[in-house]
């Protein structure tokens, strides 16, 4: 099933690993056009996806499917933390948690915008970490960016080999 899907998607749309970007090789309707990029839409999470015969798909999924000539049983984490970066040297398959742990950007609803740093108090920041599914308490400071150095150096010890 794999093999004959990767022939049908080969066949109307081209990966470049280099760049991330997808071309279209043939007319298949609508707006794909032989030699346009196929730039596909960017979801509200900021994946990128793409109609190719019928079916939606998320660009760093496709780009792998490509690659390597399956869809990959884990997730894929975008190393540098961009979402529509999509080439093969960014991508990896990772667990949901380590994927989690390569986060590197606070929720919108963290009103300090930086990762790890909460107010605790006026005046007082709390930094923590989840290692293993459980908040880690890294201590309470008396700025922002302090809590968030001693999260970043926890992330560091804790997360190896994630930024």
């Not at 949901?96 to 790890?116: E, F």
């Amino acid at each position: 099933m794999n093999n004959e899907r990767l022939e049908l998607i080969n066949s109307v749309i081209r990966y470049d690993p280099d760049t991330g970007k997808f071309f279209w090789k043939k007319r298949t309707g609508g707006s794909s056009i032989a030699g346009n990029e196929a730039s596909g839409t960017t979801d509200c999470r900021g994946y990128v996806r793409i109609g190719v015969l019928g079916c939606i798909y998320k660009a760093h999924r496709l780009a792998m499917f490509i690659t390597y000539g399956k869809f990959p049983d884990m997730e894929i984490d975008h190393i540098n933390g961009n979402k529509a970066d999509n080439r093969i040297s960014n991508l990896r398959e990772a667990s949901r948690v380590k994927n989690q742990q390569n986060q590197i950007s606070a929720y919108k609803s963290n009103s300090t915008g930086l990762l790890g740093v909460s107010q605790h108090k006026p005046g007082v920041w709390r930094a923590r970490l989840c290692v293993s599914g459980k908040n880690k308490s890294l201590g309470l400071f008396s700025s922002p960016e302090l809590a968030h150095e001693a999260y970043k150096e926890a992330k560091r010890v804790f997360h190896e080999g994630c930024t």
